[in-house]
């Protein structure tokens, strides 16, 4: 069983920074980091193919957030700098097993998310 444990969410202005972590007990070929705002579906923020270490962001994020990965740590982080009022949202980590896909209904392993808030 995979367990996934996100922290470092809060309230930041705008224009702000944050770093989430993300604590796993093991990993998947795939990690990937979603957020979910209130009465939106749940979206892809960012992937991160395990084997090459190669990286996907959406192009809502592109350029302002930066998902890596600490293996010694067990931790995926998330970067997010330049923040904007509609990056305010819950944020999840997940894995699977396979390639990383940007649909949250083919992932099987979620944390139960950190809240990021972001005012104008």
């Known amino acids: 069983q995979v367990s996934l444990v996100e922290s470092g969410g809060g309230s930041v202005q705008a224009g702000g920074s944050l770093r989430l972590s993300c604590a796993y007990t093991s990993a998947r070929y795939c990690l990937a980091w979603f957020r979910q705002a209130p009465k939106k579906a749940r979206e892809a923020v960012a992937l991160l193919y395990g084997a090459r270490g190669s990286t996907s962001y959406a192009d809502s994020v592109k350029g302002r957030f930066t998902i890596s990965q600490d293996n010694a740590k067990s931790t995926l982080y998330l970067q997010m700098n330049s923040l904007k009022p509609e990056d305010t949202a819950m944020y999840y980590c997940?894995?699977?097993?396979?390639?990383?896909?940007?649909?949250?209904?083919?992932?099987?392993?979620w944390g139960q998310g950190t809240q990021v808030t972001v005012s104008s």
């Open positions: 997940t894995t699977r097993s396979f390639g990383c896909t940007w649909d949250s209904h083919t992932y099987n392993f």
